[in-house]
């Protein structure tokens, strides 16, 4: 909006407003640097571990979003603070531009009957886990370990976020584990675009 606006007036001060969100993203540069990612989050973002959550498909802004709290220190983690400090704007844009190249494809098990969905959560994540809004990130097939720590974090505070640190707040452990168990038993994998 304000680069539009900006543009509007003559795109004289465009360079002075950049964003990471507006450098244009390589996703051929971000499979390369991907390497780098490939042991945690495979090189088409399905995780190889329960702590690790699937990237591949998620929205480019989600993963942008999240690579530069973690490299700013409004998120942290052992693991990704670390991958994150050593990344430039440049190369976040790269690697949100690769993972969010894939196609995410989230189908219910058998025994899951939609009508079950948990209704405070599919208006954004969806009753499946692929997420309906740019901000918020598939759910579907992560780990029931994985979407337990992120809902505990928000509850403590740990991860901040307007909208999750209040839903969290109000859950239970025990509702905790069922949205979990709900998400973790969609199958999800990625199609690779090449
Ligand atoms: C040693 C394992 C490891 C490596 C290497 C690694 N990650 Fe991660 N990544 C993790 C873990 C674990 C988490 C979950 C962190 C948490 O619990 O908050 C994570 C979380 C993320 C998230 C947040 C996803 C979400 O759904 O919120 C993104 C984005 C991400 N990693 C991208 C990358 C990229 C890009 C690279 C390579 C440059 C990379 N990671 C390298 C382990 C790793
Ligand atoms: C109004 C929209 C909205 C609703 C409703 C909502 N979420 Fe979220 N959720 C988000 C957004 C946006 C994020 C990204 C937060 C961030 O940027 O750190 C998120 C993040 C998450 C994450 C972190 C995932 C990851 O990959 O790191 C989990 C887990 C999660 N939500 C679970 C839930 C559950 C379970 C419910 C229902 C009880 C729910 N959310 C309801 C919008 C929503």
Redo the contacts with the bound molecule.
Sequence with gaps: MLKACILGLGGVFLGQISLAEDIPGDPEAGRK??G??????GIEGMAK?P?????GG?NPA??EH??TA?RDGR???E??SV??AN?DDQ??AD??AW?SSQTPVASLSPGQDPEQAPEACTACHGVDGIALMDDA??LAG?SVM?ID??LK?FRTGK?QHDIMSEIASEMSNDEIRAVADWYSSVKFEVEAVN
């Design positions: 640097l991907a780098q990612c490939r042991t945690c989050h571990m702590i690790v959550p699937h990237i998620e989600y993963i999240q690579l973690f998120r942290v983690h693991m990704m991958v994150a990344l190369a976040i690697l949100a993972y990130p598939n992560e994985y720590t992120q974090a991860r």
